[in-house]
């Protein structure tokens, strides 16, 4: 753990937030807070810190039902525990650095029973925690440091005259395992107009804050599987597409590559129960299937043809292609699994009937991700915007998501949301 003298005040209000809500009681000094957090990333042992949103989000709401039975819930529950319906999508990256220690340790607090490390692969071959193989220019401060000069893409100052963008690419693939962790985590943002690397790594948006953001604590693979195991969670690791190609450097292909992710938690003796293995590369999936049955049986095909494929259409006919291939899990975005009808409410779509009716699990993602939803809330609500106005409709959503897809899980960007939900609906 980084030296006390060294923590800034915005980390130590960090920690403090977060800190036992009986500390005072107990009698903790700012030392046991400390260790709370960082040395031992124990989490008490009853209940979720949730914080204000949950609250602030069903005052949001429009009245009716299922804000009334939100509201006594939240009046009649003392103790909200963690969930697995609530999966912490690289940590609480709203306001944390995400894959980073403290972004991982804010959504075990927040009651996320599943936390996800997007799986990438350094210069030397080593699994890290990282949502692209090509983002560090705006997920780290590797601009700052001498690093830089190694990147892809070394730093270019936009032109104002010649109207052109500032412009970088650094990837976890140009530097080693002991340069990557070198670096701090901050949040992923970007200033497209800079001059300057200081004025680049300035763009956070104004919805999300800096506030914890002094020096995120970058993380492997492997660490994060013991951070998680620490903290009484499963696993949900996404294998990145590579950004380069593969096989890389010659002979490091995407069979290895997928065999090297699952054996990490087979080293670590981590249960397959346990893990979600995800990709957006089908072959991936099917290779988990054929090569490691037993993690392959939670393998997730993250679907992105309702986005990526101009000509995709769901059917039946190619859910139960899915089904046939021994897929048991589908994760497509939020919005791919509602539309409006006539009344302009919101329903289940085409998509997630078909996926049902195959005999498929649905996972979905990302909740809180949008910022305020007062203007439709954007593209994870894009089939939905007419029926979208206000935070408070976030629950809404929710609840169709839940209760009539019958999503296993909802990835989300501030998972007290998802913990509130689901300890309110009596899901696990």
């Given amino acids: 753990m980084r030296s006390l003298l060294a923590l800034s005040t915005a980390v130590i209000l960090s920690v403090l937030s977060f800190a036992p809500a009986n500390a005072n009681a107990k009698g903790y000094d700012f030392v046991d807070v400390l260790n709370h957090w960082g040395k031992s990333a124990r989490l008490p042992k009853k209940g979720a810190q949730l914080g204000p949103r949950p609250f602030y989000l069903v005052d949001d709401m429009d009245e009716g039902y299922l804000k009334k039975t939100l509201k006594q819930c939240a009046k009649s529950k003392s103790i909200f525990v963690k969930s697995d319906f609530s999966i912490g999508h690289r940590g609480a990256p709203m306001q944390f650095p995400e894959h980073t220690k403290e972004s991982y340790i804010a959504a075990a607090k927040m009651g996320a029973g599943i936390l996800e490390c997007d799986v990438t692969f350094t210069k030397d071959r080593e699994l890290v925690c990282r949502h692209s193989q090509c983002d560090l220019h705006t997920t780290t401060n590797i601009l700052a440091t001498p690093l830089g000069d190694k990147c892809s893409v070394p730093f270019t100052p936009a032109d104002p005259v010649a109207g052109t963008p500032a412009t970088a690419k650094c990837c976890t693939s140009d530097i080693t395992l002991e340069e990557y962790k070198s670096l701090c985590g901050k949040m992923d943002a970007a200033n497209s107009s800079a001059t300057t690397v200081e004025e680049y790594l300035d763009g956070t948006a104004n919805w999300r804050t800096d506030l914890y953001s002094t020096c995120g604590t970058l993380m492997t693979h492997k660490e994060s599987i013991k951070l998680f195991k620490k903290l009484g969670r499963k696993f949900t690791p996404e294998l990145k597409s590579p950004s380069v190609d593969m096989p890389f450097e010659g002979d490091y292909t995407q069979e290895d590559y997928a065999q090297q992710l699952i054996n990490e938690y087979k080293e670590a003796g981590v249960h397959p129960k346990k893990v979600w293995a995800q990709s957006f590369n089908r072959d991936d999936v099917l290779y988990w299937i054929e090569n490691e049955p037993r993690f392959g049986k939670q393998a997730v095909f993250l679907d992105d043809r309702v986005y990526s494929d101009p000509t995709f259409e769901a059917s039946q006919q190619d859910m139960n292609e899915i089904a046939a291939q021994g897929i048991r899990i589908v994760a497509p975005p939020m919005w791919a699994l509602l539309t409006l009808d006539a009344d302009n409410k919101i329903v289940m779509s085409d998509y997630a009937k078909y996926a049902k009716n195959a005999g498929l699990d649905i996972i979905t993602w990302t909740l809180e991700r ?59």
């Fill in 370 to 428: 949008s910022g305020p939803l007062a203007n439709g809330g954007g593209w994870y609500h894009q089939t939905i915007t007419d029926a979208i106005n206000n935070d408070g409709d976030t629950m809404n959503m929710l609840h169709v998501l839940a209760k009539d897809v019958g999503v296993l899980g909802v990835f989300s960007d501030w998972p007290a949301t998802t913990t509130f939900y689901a300890n309110c609906m009596g899901l696990k």
